[in-house]
């Protein structure tokens, strides 16, 4: 268990709907990294926050967004599904932004959203 | 450009030793990792290595990074079924704390 919890396990939604997958990060992490996996794409960096407010962006699409509240948990918000959003999405936690230190991100056990 | 490359598939006879191989990009990364993803779980850092180490070793698991080549491998020594997941290559650039992931290979052992 690496500390680090998301809701649902599961999702299953149609075509156009929109959803909110949400993160807790493990105890005094103040930084939430959400990915994508797909079959085809790999694991995929999508968005990084720390303490509240955006640091990194990477392959994150405009109807996707992410925010971090005040108590650090996150909820990542995806619009207009398609199909081509079916995927795993984990998010992850370190407790720190830096770039020093291997930095090992600790993952949650992810959302397996499906779009019908 | 960043780009982290490794082989889809590896089956080993459980007892063998497993080899994955990983390819990178980007000189400057400073820290070189393998995770391992289990079935219906998240990722989980197994080891990790230095750029300015070639070598480094852990109970069954041997990293060897070749940074003239780019080329970090992953040696499992006597591979059991347990072992069987899939396996993620990811550098970390110098300068980022953002890790780029390879594709993962899948390590499948049977008896």
């Known amino acids: 268990d690496s500390g680090v919890t998301q809701t649902p396990k599961h999702l299953i939604t149609a075509t156009g709907q929109r959803v909110t997958l949400r993160c807790s990060p493990r105890?005094?992490?103040?930084?939430v990294y959400w990915y994508q996996q797909s079959l085809d794409q790999g694991l995929q960096f999508l968005i990084q926050y720390y303490n509240g407010e955006e640091r990194a962006k990477g392959n994150i699409l405009e109807r996707f967004s992410a925010q971090q509240f005040p108590d650090l948990h996150s909820e990542l918000n995806l619009s207009s599904l398609e199909l081509g959003d079916s995927a795993l999405y984990f998010c992850?936690?370190?407790?720190?932004?830096?770039?020093?230190?291997?930095?090992?991100?600790?993952f949650g056990p992810g959302t397996r959203l499906t779009v019908l | 450009g960043e780009d982290v490359e490794q082989s889809l598939f590896l089956s080993v006879r459980e007892g063998d030793s497993s080899v994955i191989n990983c390819t990178y990009t980007d000189s400057s990364s400073t820290y070189l990792y393998w995770y391992k993803q289990e079935p219906g779980a998240g990722l989980q850092l197994l080891t990790y290595?230095?750029?300015?180490?070639d070598m480094k070793q852990d109970q069954r698991l041997t990293v060897l990074l070749n940074k003239k080549d780019k080329h970090l491998s992953l040696r499992i020594a006597d591979t059991q079924t347990g072992d069987s997941a899939i396996y993620f290559c990811a550098e970390k650039p110098g300068g980022s704390y953002i890790p780029t992931f390879g594709r993962g290979t899948s390590l499948i052992v049977h008896p």
């Open positions: 105890s005094g992490d103040l930084s």
């Open positions: 992850a936690s370190t407790p720190r932004t830096s770039g020093s230190g291997y930095n090992e991100q600790f």
């Open positions: 290595i230095f750029s300015n180490m």
